[in-house]
């Protein structure tokens, strides 16, 4: 199928413009500036946590040497220093958070069917080293602070969904504009868009492949308009389903030409999720699931929730319930709780997305949304890749290690899991600053490719 002949198939069954009737009211500067005062107060801890906790081995580093310092020459500038340092080190202990215990080791968890092996031999040709001399954190936050990643020039295309929202499609063909050899649902993050540079990366090298890449931006993120009031969760999988309906008419089985997917962190719950609800009635040929949750409600990750959650919710407090605190309370939010308390992802779904949208609390929401609780993992019809670091500050390794043993029961479903290589970040050469995304992108292409 030819690129061009792609575009007029899709076009044929979306929207082009924009739909009118956002809900969300634009709130006033001095509103937003108060919120954001009062919001600065409650992640001030958290940034002092993450940089000591980050940053310890210097703080470590710098009494050591200071401690020597002082001892080699002593004087009361050296004392001082000596002094600084150690005070330091006496917060690092302090603010010092443990994550949860679990004894998940590395490495591939599979049935060795041929296509599996497959698989996982480019995997292992791939040889993933996270950067060596990078801590913990930074092997998350390093390469979205450097990313030099250039922007793509998509088609941004509209569907309307079951319950009368709109989401927006961002697409983009293979890199010589030709001949169509797959088509991609990518997935982004909580928060994010098709602009994300982890995505723009893994897109500009699966269309030098010869993939057409089509983004699904979820409710409400990236400015999309939310009509009825119905935005973002994470256990639905209707829009998506109805995504593949669309893109698999497009491109019918008996083409040859995949449809398979990714996704990104809450993007890979998603993905998973659905492929383990549709069963037999799945559209993708295969997925991959980068740093995404197999069981929510295993997710203990004390570390994440002090130091990290609280700087992913306050966009879901300014972007979401702030601006529809009048549907929230009409469906039992306690907004005040929620927004100037709820410090975490944790309390923001216990206190607004979990009464918001009908379940009966948290355990009942994240089970819907994770594609491991209650079986559904036996519903898995189609090679899904589920990739999972051990050092990874969002996701711990406890919520995935009841259920390697599934990959013995459903061949579908291949765990890879790697000791080092943080949330969504996998930098791997010594000057990860240039590295960009490309060892994450490798590894989901070429498990792809193998399928």
Avoid at 40 to 69: I, W
Avoid at 75 to 101: D, E, K, Q
Avoid at 263 to 275: E, F, I, K, Q
Avoid at 313 to 333: C, E, N, W
Wanted: with cysteine; net charge neutral; aromatic share 10%.
């Amino acid at each position: 199928m030819k690129y061009d002949e792609f575009v007029k198939e899709v076009r044929k069954r979306t929207l082009c413009d924009r739909p009118d009737g956002d809900l969300r009211r634009v709130v006033p500067t001095k509103e937003l500036v108060l919120l954001y005062l009062r919001l600065v107060t409650l992640l001030s801890g958290s940034l002092v946590s993450f940089f000591f906790n980050a940053f310890r081995p210097v703080v470590v580093t710098m009494a050591l040497v200071t401690g020597l310092l002082y001892l080699l020459v002593p004087s009361g500038v050296t004392l001082y220093c000596f002094a600084g340092a150690m005070a330091a080190y006496a917060v690092s202990i302090l603010v010092l958070v443990r994550p949860a215990p679990h004894a998940v080791k590395p490495g591939f968890y599979f049935q060795p069917t041929p296509r599996n092996e497959r698989a996982i031999g480019a995997l292992r040709a791939l040889g993933y080293r996270a950067t060596w001399w990078l801590p913990g954190d930074l092997t998350t936050l390093v390469p979205f602070l450097c990313a030099n990643v250039l922007p793509v020039e998509y088609e941004r295309r509209w569907m309307q969904t079951e319950d009368g929202e709109f989401v927006a499609l961002d697409y983009v063909g293979p890199s010589d504009g030709g001949e169509v050899r797959g088509v991609c649902l990518a997935l982004h993050g909580l928060n994010g868009g098709s602009a994300e540079p982890y995505l723009l990366d893994f897109v500009h090298r699966a269309r030098e492949r010869g993939y057409a890449v089509v983004v699904l931006i979820a409710r409400g993120m990236m400015g999309t308009p939310v009509i009825r009031g119905e935005f973002f969760n994470g256990a639905r999988t209707t829009d998506v389903r109805m995504v593949l309906a669309m893109l698999r008419e497009v491109v019918p089985r008996g083409r040859g030409i995949p449809l398979v997917g990714v996704g990104y962190s809450m993007g890979a719950t998603v993905l998973a999720n659905y492929m383990a609800k549709s069963g037999d009635l799945t559209e993708l040929d295969a997925g991959v699931a980068m740093c995404g949750v197999a069981d929510a409600n295993l997710n203990s990750c004390p570390y994440s929730r002090l130091v990290w959650q609280p700087l992913l919710s306050t966009p879901l407090k300014t972007d979401i319930l702030y601006p529809f605190q009048k549907v929230a309370r009409g469906r039992g939010v306690d907004v005040p709780k929620t927004l100037y308390e709820s410090r975490s992802i944790v309390a923001f779904d216990t206190h607004m997305t979990a009464p918001y949208f009908g379940y009966n609390n948290l355990e009942h929401y994240y089970s819907d949304m994770s594609f491991c609780d209650a079986n559904k993992w036996k519903g898995v019809r189609s090679p899904l890749l589920f990739v999972q670091t051990l050092d990874d500050p969002l996701v711990s390794g406890g919520s995935i290690e009841p259920y390697l043993k599934v990959a013995d029961e459903n061949e579908n479903i291949l765990f890879c899991v790697l000791e080092r290589g943080g949330h969504v970040g996998f930098p791997h050469s010594n000057t990860p600053w240039r590295d960009n995304f490309q060892a994450q992108s490798e590894i989901m292409l070429r498990a792809l490719e193998a399928f």
